[in-house]
């Protein structure tokens, strides 16, 4: 089982940037497939970014395509989220997730483990 802490929300101006980073206990970051997730007031969790276990496989929601990359350091048992040129239709509490799973999956409930999340607003 691992724990998830979810860190680096904050208020940004619109073109702005961010950095979230996810940190894991208890078991190591490198046994799982890693995901972000966002949810908007009054909309379903969405969503943003994977990560394959070793890092070497991507993939992105089209809308954050060019502007995010999530990375990865298995040795440090964290994985990050840079988000630049933010806009304020990405304002959302940000959540981190992880699968046991090898494939990249864009659906919440494929993921086994979820972060507190972390308030991202980008105003305009």
């Known amino acids: 089982q691992v724990q998830l802490v979810d860190s680096g929300g904050g208020l940004v101006q619109a073109g702005g940037s961010l950095r979230l980073s996810c940190a894991a206990s208890?078991?190591?970051?490198?046994?799982?497939?890693m995901g972000w997730f966002r949810q908007a007031p009054g909309k379903e969790r969405e969503f943003v970014a994977v990560?394959?276990?070793?890092?070497?496989?991507?993939d992105y929601t089209d809308s954050v395509k060019g502007r995010f990359t999530i990375s990865r350091e298995n040795a440090k048992n964290t994985v990050t989220l840079q988000m630049n040129n933010l806009k304020p239709e990405d304002t959302a509490v940000y959540y981190c997730?992880?699968?046991?799973?090898?494939?990249?999956?864009?659906?919440?409930?494929?993921?086994?483990?979820w972060g507190q999340g972390t308030q991202v607003t980008v105003s305009s």
């Open positions: 997730a992880a699968r046991v799973g090898s494939l990249l999956k864009r659906t919440a409930n494929n993921y086994d483990y």
């Open positions: 208890g078991r190591t970051v490198s046994s799982y497939t």
């Open positions: 990560i394959g276990r070793t890092g070497g496989n991507t």
